[in-house]
């Protein structure tokens, strides 16, 4: 069983520590792992733009680089600076780590929340945001 509500709260968090000078767009990221660990993750920018980390990704390469390779759930939680819990719109993880969530996660099963508050959040599978992803498996 997911622990949805406390998925969410680490989200949340996780975005108070986001670091966006630039584009002033917050973002936070819990990613439950197998284990039953949550990694949070929040977007890094920097002035060069290109090297900016997006929060899902932080929150992947922190747990993928302690050890762990299997998940089964991420809440992701994003708006401008200012919008308030609730407001704004769903944040939905850019193509880049869409692909990264392909690599570690099973697309049927792993499942992504987008929350704008611990009661309001949309749920996917990592198939429906990502469907025909290349693959380990197309290197077989
Ligand atoms: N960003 C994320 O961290 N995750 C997403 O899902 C969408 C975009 C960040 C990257 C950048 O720091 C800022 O949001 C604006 O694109």
Redesign the pocket.
């Known amino acids: 069983m997911i622990n949805e509500k406390l998925l969410i709260e680490k989200a949340f968090e996780a975005q108070k520590f986001s670091y ?1 000078p ?2 002033g ?1 917050n ?1 936070g ?1 819990a990613l439950l792992g197998t284990n039953g660990k949550i990694y949070e993750g ?4 920097n002035a060069s733009f290109t090297p ?1 980390n ?3 990704r932080t929150a992947f390469f922190k747990a993928v680089s302690e050890g762990q390779l299997e998940f089964s759930a991420i809440v ?1 939680v ?1 708006n401008k600076s200012g919008v308030k819990q609730g407001e704004g719109e769903y ?4 193509g880049v ?1 869409r692909q990264v969530m392909s690599e570690f996660c099973d697309p049927d099963t792993f499942k992504i929340y987008l929350a704008k508050s611990v009661d309001d959040y949309k749920v996917y599978t990592l198939k429906e945001i990502l469907p025909l992803g290349f693959t380990s498996k197309d290197l077989k």
Not at 42 to 45: A, L, P
């Open positions: 966006a630039y584009s767009f973002v990221a929040c977007n890094i920018e900016t997006c929060a899902e992701i994003g944040c939905a993880p850019c780590c």
